[in-house]
């Protein structure tokens, strides 16, 4: 059995999607935006933006996951993909929600998921780019 929680290498395993850089990006994302959502904004945020921020960050990495999944046929591969880029962005309007508000007040931390969302998105969206180029469904 694999333990992902302690970074066993993917190589030899059936999931491919685990060596893709945007998949571990995401899953970073998921793992901090997730513990920020419950210890650092107000509990009145827990069921509103906090809810919200959390499904749109975890929605980026299953979408990558999915769409990997059905990678054999192009235009499935890329639609999730684009499922996957649209949901970082709207983690992006979330933070962006939760900072204007000020449910989150800590600046550097708002900077920091603020960097790390739009790198996350251009990577996914240069990710699009070579898929649309350079497909080949036997490829992991």
Same mark, same amino acid.
Request: aromatic content about 10%.
């Given at each position: 059995?694999?333990?992902?929680?302690?970074?066993?290498?993917?190589?030899?395993?059936?999931? $491919?999607?685990?060596?893709? =850089?945007?998949?571990?990006?995401?899953?970073?994302?998921?793992?901090?935006?997730? &513990?920020? !959502? *419950? /210890?650092?904004?107000?509990?009145?945020?827990?069921?509103?933006?906090?809810?919200?921020?959390?499904?749109?960050?975890?929605?980026?990495?299953?979408?990558?996951?999915? $769409?990997?999944?059905?990678? =054999?046929?192009?235009?499935?591969?890329?639609?999730?993909?684009?499922?996957?880029? &649209?949901? !970082? *962005? /709207?983690?992006?309007?979330?933070?962006?929600?939760?900072?204007?508000?000020?449910?989150?007040?800590?600046?550097?931390l708002f900077r920091e998921f603020e960097e790390r969302l739009i790198d996350l998105s251009k990577?996914?969206?240069?990710?699009?780019?070579?898929?649309?180029?350079?497909?080949?469904?036997d490829r992991t």
């Amino acid at each position: 059995m694999i333990d992902v929680r302690k970074g066993t290498t993917m190589d030899d395993s059936p999931f $491919g999607h685990k060596k893709l =850089r945007i998949w571990h990006k995401s899953r970073a994302l998921v793992r901090d935006i997730h &513990a920020m !959502s *419950l /210890e650092k904004l107000p509990k009145f945020e827990l069921y509103e933006e906090g809810s919200q921020i959390r499904r749109s960050i975890k929605s980026v990495k299953t979408n990558i996951v999915e $769409g990997f999944g059905r990678r =054999r046929y192009k235009a499935e591969y890329i639609r999730y993909l684009e499922f996957a880029y &649209a949901s !970082s *962005l /709207e983690s992006l309007d979330h933070l962006e929600t939760l900072f204007d508000t000020n449910s989150l007040q800590d600046e550097d931390l708002f900077r920091e998921f603020e960097e790390r969302l739009i790198d996350l998105s251009k990577s996914i969206y240069l990710f699009i780019k070579g898929v649309e180029r350079d497909h080949d469904p036997d490829r992991t």
